[in-house]
């Protein structure tokens, strides 16, 4: 079994500030972890993905991510927020040599950018 | 490539009313999926597909039936519509590593 927890369903901060979203994640198996992001009245798009290679992972608009396996933690940082990175954001769990490679997600944190 | 398309993109039922909802995919994916995502609630698996002609229970599969008789489309039907139903359905799809791509979504509203 393997569940995702994100802690703050709702996260200010001023723009240029740093942005910190986070995740936990409990899996019995090695994970793979992801980061989504959805802008209002859309669907969900890929930030950035850990797959087992280097534990600190870039992706797209500036954001990274680090794995931390002792911690179970997978949080998500952006040096300075821009007001374009208000959004909802889902970090998502699946394991390795699940058949069904299906993904489990957290509830959301939603970022707000206050200028 | 359209990516994933997903039709209609709103809909309004009445309770008991039955409908179906299309994904479709142009990427060669073998698996698909269908969510539904409530406020508050993230994005809850109801089915998927690993294969043209395969469908599997997700996380919350009661009310809905699938079917992929296609490669390149799953299909999400309501067969009596229930106000608890309302929800943004989205479709997603993989090949069999890697991330999965999501559609725009259908907002549906039973009444």
């Known amino acids: 079994a393997q569940s995702v927890t994100q802690l703050g369903s709702h996260v200010s901060v001023s723009e240029g500030a740093l942005v910190l979203l986070r995740c936990n994640y409990s899996?019995?198996?090695?994970?793979?972890l992801f980061w989504y992001v959805q802008y209002p009245n859309q669907g969900l798009q890929l930030l950035l993905k850990?797959?087992?290679?280097?534990?600190l992972v870039k992706g797209i608009n500036g954001f990274e991510a680090e794995f931390k396996k002792s911690e179970t933690s997978f949080h998500l940082t952006k040096p300075s927020a821009h007001m374009s990175d208000a959004a909802e954001y889902f970090c998502?769990?699946?394991?390795?040599?699940?058949?069904?490679?299906?993904?489990?997600f957290g509830k959301g944190t939603k970022l707000s950018v206050i200028p | 490539n359209a990516g994933v398309t997903q039709t209609p993109k709103f809909r309004v039922l009445k309770t008991g009313q039955s409908m179906t909802l299309l994904c479709a995919q142009d990427?060669?994916?073998?698996?698909m999926y269908w969510y539904r995502q409530d406020p508050g609630m993230g994005l809850r698996l109801i089915h998927y597909?690993?294969?043209?002609?395969?469908?599997a229970k997700g996380e919350v599969p009661d009310g809905y039936n699938v079917s992929r008789l296609k490669k390149q489309n799953f299909l999400l039907g309501l067969e009596s519509a229930a106000p608890s139903q309302t929800s943004v359905y989205f479709c997603?799809?993989?090949?069999?590593?890697?991330?999965?791509?999501f559609g725009p979504g259908t907002r549906l509203t039973v009444l």
């Open positions: 990427m060669n994916h073998e698996y």
């Open positions: 597909s690993v294969g043209e002609g395969t469908t």
């Open positions: 899996s019995s198996v090695p994970p793979y």
């Open positions: 850990y797959t087992s290679a280097a534990t």
């Open positions: 998502a769990v699946t394991s390795k040599g699940a058949g069904s490679y299906q993904l489990t």
């Open positions: 997603a799809s993989k090949l069999s590593a890697g991330e999965q791509f």
